[in-house]
């Protein structure tokens, strides 16, 4: 069975790094590739950048230069990092895997998302 | 980066009717591989998204048949034919034939 899982710290400040994690199961990294997406409150949907089964990434270019994303495979989890953080940056934010892992079929199964708010 | 624009913004239903959302995209959406990679998914309240179709008319596993979708290049409309309670909520859809995925603003589905 299919599992993700963000957690998080709930509230940072601006200017802060943030830190998700995406904890998976019933699948292997290695073999699937997982994107980050936000949602701001009352908003729509953000795709914010992809790590491919063999490790590599790639960012949306509107946060490319704040944004990292990593993982640890023998946790199965998946990481993301954003700098300089603002009060826009307010949202929830999801982990999502991809259908077969072969295909452009993205967005086939998600975690429950967190929220972070960003405020001093 | 691909804009998606549906329409229309939120829609009011009476259960048992039908309902289509339509979404239009800046730029054909076929793949190389001769494939059109527009989804639908949906956002009920306090929820995750859930897909419910991909490649323009796949239905995921589960979901019911009531859900079509149908459109080619640049042009697509999800129908969902006799309401339920549960089926309302925000309709998205996105692309991820060009990068950066995106999606469209979405659709509020609401009951009348």
């Known amino acids: 069975q299919v599992q993700l899982k963000e957690s998080g710290p709930g509230l940072v400040k601006p200017s802060e790094t943030l830190s998700l994690t995406c904890t998976v199961s019933?699948?292997?990294?290695?073999?699937?590739?997982v994107s980050w997406v936000r949602q701001p409150p009352g908003k729509g949907l953000e795709w914010m950048g992809v790590?491919?089964?063999?490790?590599?990434?790639a960012y949306n270019s509107a946060l490319k230069s704040r944004l990292s994303i990593s993982r640890d495979t023998s946790k199965s989890q998946v990481f993301l990092k954003m700098s300089s953080l603002k009060t826009e940056d307010t949202a929830t934010y999801y982990c999502?895997?991809?259908?077969?892992?072969?295909?452009?079929?993205?967005?086939?199964?998600w975690g429950q998302g967190t929220l972070v708010t960003v405020s001093s | 980066d691909v804009v998606m624009t549906q329409t229309p913004p939120s829609l009011s239903v009476a259960i048992g009717q039908s309902v289509s959302i339509s979404c239009k995209s800046s730029?054909?959406?076929?793949?190389?591989?001769?494939?059109?990679?527009l989804h639908w998914l949906l956002q009920s309240s306090g929820r995750s998204p859930k897909r419910l179709i991909y490649?323009?008319?796949n239905l995921d596993s589960g979901v019911p048949d009531r859900f079509s979708g149908t459109g080619s290049q640049k042009d697509f409309t999800l129908k969902i034919s006799r309401v339920e309670a549960k089926d309302l909520g925000v309709y998205y859809c996105?692309?991820?034939?060009?990068?950066?995925?995106?999606f469209g603003g979405g659709t509020k589905l609401e009951l009348k």
């Open positions: 999502a895997r991809d259908h077969d892992g072969y295909t452009l079929n993205w967005f086939a199964y």
């Open positions: 019933g699948f292997s990294l290695t073999s699937y590739h």
């Open positions: 790590i491919w089964g063999d490790g590599s990434t």
């Open positions: 730029q054909s959406l076929v793949y190389s591989d001769g494939k059109t990679y």
């Open positions: 490649q323009v008319s």
């Open positions: 996105a692309q991820t034939t060009h990068f950066p995925p995106t």
